[in-house]
């Protein structure tokens, strides 16, 4: 069993910035982030292998997210940049063996109970 914890979601102006964290607990896998706008499917945003040394990103997100881990910490951290209003979703951490090749909700096994971005034009 596999449990996630994310912080760090919060109100920020746009073209700012913020970093996700989650802290898992149980065993090493993939881990990523998916989000959920209101009214809108999860959608994948990024994702990170067992060792940190891949990484996948969202059309959308590229160039202004950064996905890394810190395995030491169990911990994976989403750096977001250049925020757009967008982008505004509650964000969440996801894990699962699959994520590498199946990045859609409907595989992952792990979430994390998610954290609200809101980003202010």
């Known amino acids: 069993q596999v449990q996630l914890v994310e912080s760090g979601g919060g109100l920020v102006q746009a073209g700012g910035s913020l970093k996700l964290s989650c802290t898992a607990s149980?065993?090493?896998?993939?881990m990523g982030w998916f989000r959920q706008a209101p009214g809108k499917e999860r959608e994948f945003v990024a994702a990170i292998n067992w060792s940190g040394n891949n990484t996948y990103y969202a059309n959308s997100v590229k160039g202004r997210c950064t996905i890394s881990r810190d395995n030491a910490k169990n911990t994976v951290y989403l750096q977001m940049t250049s925020l757009k209003p967008e982008d505004t979703a509650v964000y969440y951490c996801a894990a699962d063996s699959r994520l590498e090749v199946y990045r859609r909700s409907r595989f992952i096994n792990y979430w994390g109970q998610g954290t609200q971005v809101t980003v202010s034009s």
């Open positions: 149980g065993r090493t896998l993939p």
